[in-house]
């Protein structure tokens, strides 16, 4: 599980920051219990109506995409 660990920061932080930074938010990654990822969602993303969007279909898509199918996005 530590590949994978290291997998999801490197995606959160090369792929999935960038774009969130781009339009005035951010995400931090709180911890990882596999297959679940908790994350904060900060700036204009934290209070933002499409938050859950952005946590399931743009956060928790990309990781399931790159990293595997059964991870599950939450926020913390």
Same mark, same amino acid.
């Given at each position: 599980? +530590?590949?994978?660990?290291?997998?999801?920061?490197?995606?959160? +932080?090369? &792929? =999935?920051? *960038?774009?969130?930074?781009?339009?005035?938010?951010?995400?931090?990654? =709180?911890? =990882? @219990?596999? *297959?679940? #990822?908790?994350?904060?969602?900060?700036?204009? %993303? $934290?209070? %933002? *109506?499409? $938050? =859950?969007?952005?946590?399931? $279909?743009? #956060? &928790?898509?990309?990781?399931? &995409?790159? #990293?595997? *199918? @059964?991870? +599950? #996005?939450? +926020? $913390?």
């Amino acid at each position: 599980m +530590e590949n994978m660990d290291g997998k999801v920061k490197s995606i959160l +932080e090369k &792929e =999935i920051k *960038p774009m969130l930074q781009y339009d005035g938010g951010d995400v931090d990654l =709180i911890k =990882i @219990e596999w *297959p679940k #990822v908790y994350v904060r969602l900060k700036g204009m %993303c $934290a209070h %933002c *109506p499409s $938050a =859950i969007y952005t946590l399931k $279909a743009f #956060v &928790e898509g990309r990781l399931k &995409e790159e #990293v595997s *199918p @059964e991870i +599950e #996005v939450l +926020e $913390a």
